[in-house]
C-alpha cells in the first residue's frame, strides 16, 4: 500500500525476467511538478531562458551569493516604498521558498539522501502537477536528467519516463497544454540513453486505470538496455522477443 503502483508493477516485471533479487527505492510523493524533483545543479547548465529563469530563483534563496542579497534588498526595498504609500505589502519571498514543491525541494529531502546508494537507472512517471504547462515540459526533463546524473556522478545513468496519460473523462486527447507537454516529452527522447513509454490509450481521471501497464511498459526499456541477456517470453503487454 505504501508503494507506488508504477515502480511496484516496473520492479515485478524485471524481477520476473531477471530472476534476481532487484532493489528499487521509492522517494515518489504525491501531486509533486518535475522541478522539485530536479537538484539544483540541473538547472545550473541549461543554456535557455526558462531554466535560468528558475536557476536564477534558487539562487536568490541561497545567502552565500550576490543574487541571495540583490534580491533581498530590492524586496525590503519595495516593502519600504509600500509602506510608505500606504499599500499592502508583499508576503511573496525572493527564490524557492514558495513550499514544498518549489525547486530542488523534495530532491534535497527525498532522492539526495539516497545518491550514496548504487544506482543502475531510474525511472519517471509525472502526473497533473505540470499539466498547463505545456512544451517547457523539455526543459524540465533535461533539467532533472542532468542533475540526476551529475548528483549520482553518473554521466550516462539511464532515466526512462512515461508520456503524459488521456486525462479527464475522456480518453479522446485533446489539443492544448497537456498536449503541447505530451509533445515536450516525446522531444525530450533527445537525450542520450532515456527512453519513452506512451500512455496515451491509458484513460482515467487523476489517478488513471491502470498502472501496471505503465509499469511494464517502462520495464521493457530497462530488461532491452540495461539486462540485455534477458530473452523476453511474454507478450500480455505487447512485448515479443528482445
Same mark, same amino acid.
Given at each position: ?83 510608505? %504609500?500606504?499599500?499592502?505589502?508583499? *508576503?511573496? =519571498?525572493? /527564490?524557492?521558498?514558495? $513550499?514544498? &514543491?518549489?525547486?530542488? !525541494? #523534495? ?58 496519460? %488521456?486525462?479527464?473523462?475522456?480518453? *479522446?486527447? =485533446?489539443? /492544448?497544454?497537456?498536449? $503541447?507537454? &505530451?509533445?515536450?516529452? !516525446? #522531444? ?55
Amino acid at each position: 500500500a505504501e508503494m507506488s503502483a508504477i515502480v511496484y508493477s516496473f520492479a515485478y516485471h524485471v524481477f520476473k525476467e531477471v530472476d534476481v533479487p532487484v532493489g528499487i527505492l521509492n522517494c515518489s510523493f504525491s501531486q509533486t511538478p518535475i522541478q522539485a524533483w530536479t537538484p539544483r545543479i540541473g538547472f545550473r547548465d541549461g543554456k535557455d531562458d526558462y531554466t535560468k529563469a528558475i536557476y536564477q530563483k534558487v539562487l536568490e534563496t541561497d545567502p552565500t551569493t550576490p543574487e541571495h542579497k540583490a534580491a533581498w534588498e530590492k524586496f525590503y526595498a519595495d516593502a519600504g516604498a509600500a509602506v510608505k %504609500a500606504g499599500h499592502a505589502i508583499s *508576503t511573496k =519571498t525572493p /527564490g524557492n521558498m514558495g $513550499d514544498n &514543491r518549489d525547486a530542488s !525541494w #523534495l530532491f534535497n529531502a527525498r532522492l539526495n539522501p539516497m545518491i550514496p546508494y548504487a544506482c543502475r537507472g531510474g525511472i519517471w512517471n509525472q502526473g497533473w502537477a505540470n499539466i498547463g504547462e505545456g512544451i517547457v515540459y523539455y526543459n524540465n526533463l533535461h533539467s532533472m536528467i542532468r542533475g540526476w546524473r551529475l548528483a549520482w556522478g553518473k554521466p550516462d545513468m539511464p532515466v526512462y519516463f512515461n508520456q503524459f496519460y %488521456a486525462n479527464g473523462v475522456s480518453e *479522446t486527447p =485533446t489539443i /492544448g497544454a497537456a498536449a $503541447d507537454m &505530451r509533445f515536450g516529452t !516525446w #522531444l525530450a527522447r533527445d537525450i542520450p540513453h532515456t527512453g519513452m513509454a506512451i500512455q496515451i490509450d491509458i484513460g482515467g481521471g487523476i489517478h488513471y486505470f491502470n498502472k501496471t501497464l505503465s509499469g511494464q511498459r517502462l520495464a521493457l526499456h530497462a530488461l532491452k538496455n540495461e539486462y540485455p541477456s534477458t530473452t523476453l517470453t511474454t507478450n500480455q503487454f505487447g512485448a515479443g522477443k528482445i
